[in-house]
């Protein structure tokens, strides 16, 4: 089986469904994607790892063209507040790229899809949020 | 005597693509520009404060090299898109403390024939996958995980607002840019300087939808620079100096207090709102008094944001704002009569000192042809992204 990692280490792929993993503030319970120090909301210094919902809603968007990676294209840059409160900015994945595609009233929810491969054959594995509804296109 | 302190001096070059000119000459045009204008010389400054993003080291030491050695004390800052909004408040901070009382404050950049800065770098070929960074990311998340690119972080503020706020679309973020350009045809400084039709912007190439190329600040280089004093000192000056010094009614700095979403996405609303309401506070105005604003259109999605920011326009009401053309220069209130950050340039540095140049100028009636007739109040904001707000009220002495 090939192997895969994650392109950034909040996503994690080895435990269950793919989901986002998070750092949560022990005291004040504020949530952290990145790993921290201290806690930038109450400044206590102990976190415990917390695993963060799959669904949310787009806050914002835009269609990234200019400077675009060329083996992306035209893509569309999404901040989603996840069912918990916790922010993420991702790809709206498995709609065009024109901004009457993106509608801010439909929930959406985290999906995976491979975003590269380096020269050891392991493969990177991106997430992006998509329209949570039955019709909606599975690809990414 | 009171604890004001007043601009005597101000000067800025013209923002271009000065590509026969390097940092120091820019520097120095402005510098001595601003000295000249208030009547003295680097042995009256006190203290000097020198705001470059982009300039290494000791860069302000070089640019005194040129233009006068003293001893002075002396602050290299850097503050992105607030670098020279911070030069100036750390002159203003060392006259405040009573340990200087007249100080010059220098804000420069030399942005072409260098790579532009928010450039991501794509994934290298040849590579095998590790772990960088606090993210643990094996390779650039640019177009992978959502933007970080400067057009695109605006343009997502512009949507932002658009999804809470009705009577906002790519029409109205299209009209600042309409407004900015037509008023940058009436200043000399500015690197643009012809009028854009809608629909030119409107069908022009897409950066970062709803952001177009002439919604966007151009790459520039340019210098501006201004002499502050105390109150105290104000009054040993000649009548024709005081006569024509403005005075600092407000100035106010401002970081973000703790959201959730600003880790994901940066909030330019909150700190400005708080900057705003602090400089209001200070000065003991409201937005109603105001004569007329430069505040900080990076993009004309930011532009939009900030009349409900800075609490100019009707909470919620930017769009509809725009849309009866009340910031344009005969409008309600002027915004941006320089051709703000999308027409007049964008040299990170030298902009958060450009925008006091502008409202002292015109607070002086000395703005020409773009000259906002009587105008005695007047306003200044930058942020820089990351974040950090300043905003500065300026009042015309009482003459």
Redesign the interface.
């Known amino acids: 089986m090939t192997r895969q990692?994650?392109?950034?280490?909040?996503l994690v792929i080895d435990d269950g469904p793919p989901h986002l993993a998070g750092h949560r503030c022990d005291e004040c319970g504020?949530?952290?994607?990145?790993?921290r120090n201290a806690c930038?909301?109450c400044g206590a210094r102990t976190f415990s790892p917390t695993r963060l919902p799959a669904t949310g809603r787009i806050?914002?968007?835009?269609?990234?063209?200019?400077?675009?990676?060329?083996h992306?294209g035209p893509?569309v840059?999404?901040?989603v507040?996840l069912a918990d409160?916790?922010?993420?900015?991702?790809?709206l994945v498995g709609v065009p790229p024109e901004?009457d595609a993106v509608d801010?009233g439909v929930p959406v929810r985290l999906v995976t899809y491979a975003?590269?491969t380096?020269?050891?054959g392991?493969e990177?594995i991106?997430?992006g949020f998509t329209y949570d509804e039955p019709t909606a296109p599975a690809e990414g | 005597m009171s604890d004001d302190i007043w601009i005597i001096g101000t000067a800025m070059t013209p923002i271009r693509r000065h590509l026969d000119r390097d940092v120091l000459d820019l520097a120095v045009e402005a510098s001595l520009g601003a000295l000249d204008d208030a009547g003295v010389t680097m042995r009256d400054m006190q203290v000097m404060a020198v705001g470059s993003q982009f300039e290494p080291f000791t860069f302000g030491q070089d640019v005194q090299k040129q233009i006068g050695q003293t001893g002075i004390p002396l602050y290299n800052v850097h503050n992105a898109c607030a670098t020279g909004a911070t030069a100036v408040r750390s002159v203003l901070m060392e006259i405040r403390a009573g340990e200087a009382d007249m100080g010059l404050a220098l804000g420069v950049e030399k942005m072409t024939g260098s790579s532009p800065p928010y450039r991501m770098t794509p994934p290298k070929a040849g590579k095998v996958f590790e772990p960088e960074g606090r993210d643990g990311h094996v390779l650039a998340t640019e177009g992978v995980l959502g933007t970080g690119q400067m057009f695109g972080v605006f343009a997502q503020t512009g949507t932002d607002y658009a999804r809470r706020h009705g009577g906002v679309g790519f029409e109205q973020f299209a009209k600042v840019a309409e407004k900015n350009h037509a008023h940058s045809t009436l200043n000399q400084l500015a690197q643009y300087q012809r009028p854009y039709s809608l629909d030119e912007i409107m069908n022009a190439e897409m950066l970062a939808y709803p952001n177009t190329l002439p919604m966007s600040c151009p790459t520039g280089d340019g210098a501006a620079a201004v002499v502050l004093v105390s109150d105290a000192k104000l009054r040993s000056l000649d009548p024709d100096v005081r006569r024509r010094a403005v005075k600092i009614s407000a100035a106010v700095m401002t970081t973000d207090p703790y959201d959730p979403s600003g880790f994901a996405h940066p909030d330019v609303n909150t700190l400005t709102r708080n900057a705003a309401d602090r400089a209001y506070e200070q000065a003991g105005i409201g937005p109603e008094d105001l004569d007329l604003v430069e505040l900080h259109d990076c993009f004309a999605t930011a532009e939009l944001v900030h009349y409900d920011n800075l609490r100019l326009c009707a909470p919620g009401g930017a769009g509809e704002w725009i849309d009866r053309r009340a910031p344009w220069r005969d409008g309600e209130l002027p915004v941006n009569v320089s051709g703000g950050l999308i027409s007049k340039g964008h040299p990170i540095g030298a902009t958060g000192v450009a925008n006091l140049y502008e409202v002292a100028t015109h607070l002086r009636g000395e703005a020409g042809d773009r000259q906002i007739e009587g105008a005695r109040v007047g306003l200044t904001h930058v942020i820089g992204l990351g974040s950090v707000c300043v905003v500065h009220i300026l009042e015309r002495a009482a003459s």
Not at chain 1, 30 to 35: D, G
Not at chain 1, 59 to 70: D, L, N, Q, W, Y
């Open positions: 990692m994650p392109v950034v280490d909040y504020a949530v952290y994607l990145e790993r930038a909301a806050e914002s968007f835009t269609i990234v063209h200019r400077g675009a990676p060329k992306v893509f840059s999404v901040l507040r409160g916790t922010f993420v900015k991702a790809n901004a801010f975003a590269g380096d020269d050891d392991t990177a991106a997430f």
